[in-house]
């Protein structure tokens, strides 16, 4: 295939048609005697300045097709692809060959007749990451298989992107069947639906959605959870070898490394402490360092489903169990005079703000940014006391919104936690003078 016509597809994905039931019966071949059909989709996944991941999964396995056209309606190209039973249907299409900063209309369409259409379904390329521009990234963890008004706020707040940090969905299975099952009906969900139609989304996992509560890369059948995960996302990759989730992506001055922390969790010695057992595992800690070094985004998040300090409980899954690797990340930071990092994390069904006094260390203060939990159940008491804890509290329905500028000097991060029914919170700007080497 051409350069406008780069086209691989992951057999792996599931989304759903945010529109109304008279256009899904309209639209959709796969609707038998006026009931809805059970297509889960589309999903634009993973996006970049010059491609794109496009999810959906159809009722049945058969060959469909992908078309793909420029905003004024002029056809690019028309990609096909094969849902088959192996990967429950779930199939990704791979679009290559795109303009940066450019909005694309896209069709499904399976034998003789379409199935998804509409001015809804589109999606923008990214910035170009060599120019200066402003963008904005929706982040949250912990959210429920129901409809769910916090889902259309982010859409109304300009976020384009969405990353999923974990808990999306409860799974608290290693059967496979559960897991897809699980996906499935989370993204389905109208309200998110209509989000991931246009926008991009990423994700990592949790806890929940690895397998089992407070669970580490021990736990039997995981393979199963991450076949799942990888059927029903449509990140750019997912670890190595067959091993884990993590993956990361630029979009404009920003750049995200979502990180796995459960599937490797003490299943080897650490990389930087033999004495130790592992978080992140020796291929992801190296995959990571290497990700660092060659980033020339002005801001680093790096992300995960647990915190980056100790949970003060009885649980291990928190960096504070891991802080030779930790501490390990914020000397090669310093050392290497890696500017502009940020970390985020959810997990335990509070919002906090933390400040580390890291300047020895890495040359500036490391801020956490914890936004949990996207559904309503609180857990006031992991919201607990720290010397570095600027804001916290245990609210329901929480987002976090991201804004990075980088057309004004020094470029800006602005940071604020949302709740869904306007309850005040908290928001944060850094620039990237704060976080660079003084």
């Known amino acids: 295939m051409g350069a406008k016509q780069t086209m691989a597809y992951n057999l792996d994905r599931r989304s759903m048609l945010a529109v109304s039931a008279a256009s899904l019966l309209a639209t959709s071949a796969e609707a038998n005697d006026g009931d809805l059909p059970s297509v889960t989709g589309p999903m634009v996944g993973h996006v970049s300045h010059v491609d794109a991941n496009i999810w959906f999964r159809p009722t049945t396995p058969g060959k469909y097709s992908l078309q793909v056209l420029q905003e004024e309606g002029t056809e690019e190209r028309i990609i096909h692809a094969e849902a088959k039973l192996e990967n429950d249907n779930c199939l990704t299409w791979h679009v290559a060959g795109l303009q940066p900063g450019t909005k694309y209309q896209y069709k499904v369409s399976g034998p003789n007749r379409p ?8 999606f923008d390329t990214a910035p170009d990451p060599t120019k200066a521009t402003r963008v ?23 976020a384009q992107g ?17 897991a897809r099952d699980r996906h499935r009906t989370f993204l389905q969900v109208p309200q998110l639906a209509s989000l991931i139609g246009h926008t991009p989304t990423w994700g990592t996992w949790d806890d929940h959605d690895f397998g089992r509560n407070d669970s580490d890369g021990r736990l039997k059948g995981k393979e199963n959870t991450r076949q799942a995960f990888v059927e029903y996302r449509a990140n750019q990759d997912f670890g190595h070898d067959q091993s884990g989730i993590y993956t990361k992506f630029r979009y404009g001055p920003v750049e995200v490394f979502l990180l796995d922390t459960r599937w490797f969790a003490r299943t080897e010695k650490s990389p930087v402490d033999p004495s130790q057992p592992t978080l992140l595992g020796k291929q992801q800690w190296q995959w990571l360092k290497e990700a660092l070094l060659a980033s020339t985004a002005p801001f680093k ?17 928190d960096w504070g169990s891991y802080t030779h690797e930790r501490d390990a990340l914020f000397e090669f930071i310093g050392e290497n005079k890696i500017s502009g990092v940020v970390l985020i994390g959810g997990d335990i069904h509070c919002s906090r703000h933390l400040k580390y006094e890291t300047e020895k260390t890495v040359g500036y203060p490391i801020h956490q940014f914890i936004v949990s939990p996207i559904h309503d159940s ?33 470029a800006r991060l602005h940071a604020e936690w949302v709740q869904m029914k306007g309850r005040p919170m908290w928001d944060v700007t850094l620039t990237d003078e704060q976080l660079s080497l003084r």
């Open 115 to 122: 199935l998804v259409s509409g001015k809804e379904y589109y």
């Open 136 to 158: 904005c990234l929706a982040f949250g963890s912990c959210a429920p298989n129901k409809p769910l008004e916090l889902w259309t706020q982010m859409e109304q707040r300009g």
């Open 162 to 178: 969405l990353v999923l940090l974990g808990d999306t969905p409860y799974i608290d299975s290693t059967d496979l069947s559960v």
């Open 301 to 317: 998040l790096i992300a995960c489903g647990m915190i980056w300090d100790d949970k003060e409980n009885t649980e291990s899954d």
């Open 378 to 410: 609180v857990i006031p008491k992991l919201n607990v006391p720290h010397p570095n804890l600027i804001r916290g509290e245990a609210i329901p329905h929480v987002w976090l919104r991201l804004e990075v500028d980088s057309t004004q000097s020094p």
